[in-house]
Nanobody, 123 residues
Framework: QVQLVESGGGLVQAGGSLRLSCAASGRTFSSYTMAWFRQVPGKEREFVAAIRSGGSRYYTDSVQGRFTISRDNAKNTVYLQMNSLKPEDTAVYYC?????????????????WGQGTQVTVSS
């Protein structure tokens, strides 16, 4: 069983930055695909960014060039650096882990989820 704990959310003005962290338990973290999703009330949880065990990174179009996903396997931690934040980035952000290789965009492919952290961007 893997536990994921997110931190780093908060309130920031438009144009500002935040860095989210997700600490994972377990000895096989380095083999997982890790991702960030986000969700606003009344909408489905949507893909934001993913990083494979080999380091390949993927982003949804709306955050490309503003967000950076990274991982530190020695610390069992994945990060999401968010720059140039916009009010439409406001959401609860969730960390997710995928054990087997699969489509990184599909929420249903992920085996473990964190509890979420709120990000609010004011205009």
């Amino acid at each position: 069983q893997v536990q994921l704990v997110e931190s780093g959310g908060g309130l920031v003005q438009a144009g500002g930055s935040l860095r989210l962290s997700c600490a994972a338990s377990g000895r096989t973290f380095s083999s997982y695909t890790m991702a960030w999703f986000r969700q606003v009330p009344g909408k489905e949880r949507e893909f934001v960014a993913a990083i494979r065990s080999g380091g390949s990174r993927y982003y949804t179009d709306s955050v490309q060039g503003r967000f950076t996903i990274s991982r530190d396997n020695a610390k069992n931690t994945v990060y999401l650096q968010m720059n140039s934040l916009k009010p439409e980035d406001t959401a609860v952000y969730y960390c997710a882990a995928m054990r087997r290789f699969g489509d990184y965009k599909l929420r249903t492919n992920y085996d473990y989820w964190g509890q979420g952290t709120q990000v609010t961007v004011s205009s």
